[in-house]
């Protein structure tokens, strides 16, 4: 079946310690979206591709850093992790012709700072 | 930005009645999306409405958008225990029509 996968599905690492997500689909949808989702709150975008052409938002701060290497994969990277980025880090894919698509989701990385 | 706004926030009933979700936006808008996210999981896509639409069916769901009021509105009939689970309305950012800006949501707990 065509899907997003998450890898890891839960990660710890040490503050200050680089960690890195991934994210693959199955789906050749030519947007990658990356977001930020803290309990009880909205998931919060951090930055996507448009095919390879990278966005990032005006408040995604400079620790986290992305990857596109193709179409398949995209990476989050974290620099330098810090308490307050203990999140759920969701991986999103859609096709888009610029009307608005539904966008398929990752089950999620759940990143532990410790 | 947040642009839509889920109500309630909580929402809990017993298994076999009708839940309503309600989401309010601030700008105008050419689609409204809502999905689903059962604990701990990713966000399931439910249902698109485009800005000419009125009304949409999928199932037990059923989607309405009120344009004029910029609200839109989420059914869920018969509800199942298994319908447990946090609610997204998804509105376009102003930064591109194709991306959407996520509400805080409604829990729904549907009690057996």
């Known amino acids: 079946d065509a899907m997003v996968i998450q890898n890891p599905r839960y990660q710890v690492t040490q503050f200050g310690k680089p960690v890195t997500l991934s994210c693959s689909q199955t789906?050749?949808?030519?947007?990658m979206y990356w977001y930020q989702q803290k309990s009880s709150q909205a998931p919060k975008l951090l930055f996507h591709?448009?095919?390879?052409?990278?966005?990032n938002e005006a408040d995604t701060p400079d620790n986290f850093q992305s990857r596109r290497p193709n179409t398949s994969f995209c990476f989050l990277d974290i620099r330098s992790p810090g308490l307050g980025d203990a999140a759920m880090y969701l991986c999103a894919t859609s096709r888009e012709s610029g009307l608005g698509n539904e966008q398929f989701f990752g089950p999620g990385t759940r990143l532990t700072v410790l | 930005s947040q642009q839509g706004e889920e109500d309630p926030q909580a929402l809990s009933i017993q298994e076999g009645e009708n839940a309503t979700m309600n989401c309010s936006y601030k700008?105008?808008?050419?689609?409204l999306q809502w999905y689903r996210q059962n604990s701990g999981r990713g966000l399931v896509h439910l249902i698109l409405?485009?800005?000419?639409?009125r009304e949409k069916h999928s199932g037990r769901l059923r989607v309405t958008l009120d344009t004029s009021k910029k609200s839109s509105s989420l059914l869920i009939t018969a509800s199942r225990a298994a319908d447990t689970a946090s609610y997204f309305c998804a509105t376009p950012s102003s930064g591109g029509s194709y991306i959407p800006t996520f509400g805080r949501g409604t829990s729904l707990i549907v009690h057996p």
């Open positions: 591709y448009y095919d390879k052409d990278f966005n």
């Open positions: 409405i485009r800005s000419n639409e």
């Open positions: 789906l050749n949808h030519n947007v």
């Open positions: 700008t105008s808008i050419n689609n």
